[in-house]
């Protein structure tokens, strides 16, 4: 780990299963890990999204990696990929068996609180009843943060932008700009750009981005709720990052292969786009 960077690791993308498709491995839900490195010297491990293979997760890269800990969690949104591996925080935080630790922050939209709240009562503070025994669960600190990119926050000292995205027209899913130095966005589940939040993001708007990591489903056609390249390709051609890298794809992409063809692009368009992998290090000063 190189200390004297700012920099984050990125967990990526959805399930290949090997016995239907011989050449494909398996990878976890879409998910990145942020080390920053702070003017104090110290660390922050900044987690957005936390999967049904969080635990698995953990376990391959964690220890790869020497992550100690989790400071901070930033929700996308509240469906199943990303905040069904909440119960296993608890593996990343110390052992108390009366839960007597410092919480972990958790910062999400109102919505996906209340959907939270329904899927995991038990993660929820509240007041023993008389006879009721305390139970080792995940400690969280529940913070609600806007779905405006006029708004930012602060997780573990680093700044967030919020940047509101329709996942299907009928559903709002939040991606996040950070960094000074650079600036970075992370954009896990996007079927449209709201124009104010593109043109926090663009080029010709707000500022170029340093790395836009950016949803990629299918690779040929279109879905209603997620991009597929063709939509990709379109919309890093409009925001115009310094480079992208595309998550979430499914089985029928092939990494090498297509990474070949995404090079030709890149060099025809001035753009350096490639597809993202599980355990993936990028380095970058924030």
Known sequence: ???????????????????????????????????????DGNHSYIL???????????????????????DSIVLTHEHADAVLGLDDIRIVQPYSPTNDIDPTPIYLSQHAMESLAVKFPYLIPKKLKEGQEVRRVAQLDWKIIEDDC??????SS????????????????????????SRVAYISD?????????YVISK????QLDLLILDTLYKEGSHNVHFCLPQTLE?????????????GMTHEFDH???????????????????????????????
């Open 48 to 70: 957005i999204d936390v999967g049904k293979t969080f635990r698995e997760q953990v376990l391959r890269w964690f220890t790869i990696h020497k992550i100690p800990r989790v």
């Open 256 to 286: 090498h292969k297509d990474n070949e063809f995404l090079m030709e692009w890149s060099i025809r368009e001035g753009i350096s786009v490639q597809l993202a992998h599980d355990g993936l290090r990028i380095p970058i000063d924030l």
């Open 150 to 155: 006029e708004k930012p926050f602060v997780a």
């Open 235 to 247: 919309a890093l051609k409009r925001i115009c990052p310094k480079r992208a890298l595309l998550i």
């Open 158 to 181: 680093l700044k967030f932008v919020p940047l509101p995205v329709m996942h299907g027209e009928d559903y709002i899913c939040l991606g996040f700009l950070f960094g000074d130095k």
């Open 1 to 39: 780990m190189d200390l004297e960077s700012r920099h984050f690791k990125s967990i990526t993308s959805k399930f290949k299963f090997k016995f239907k498709y011989p050449n494909a491995t398996l990878r976890c839900n879409t998910s990145l890990l942020i080390d920053y490195f702070r003017s």
């Open 204 to 207: 010709s708007g707000a500022g």
């Open 190 to 198: 996007v079927s449209r750009f709201p124009a104010s939040t593109e």
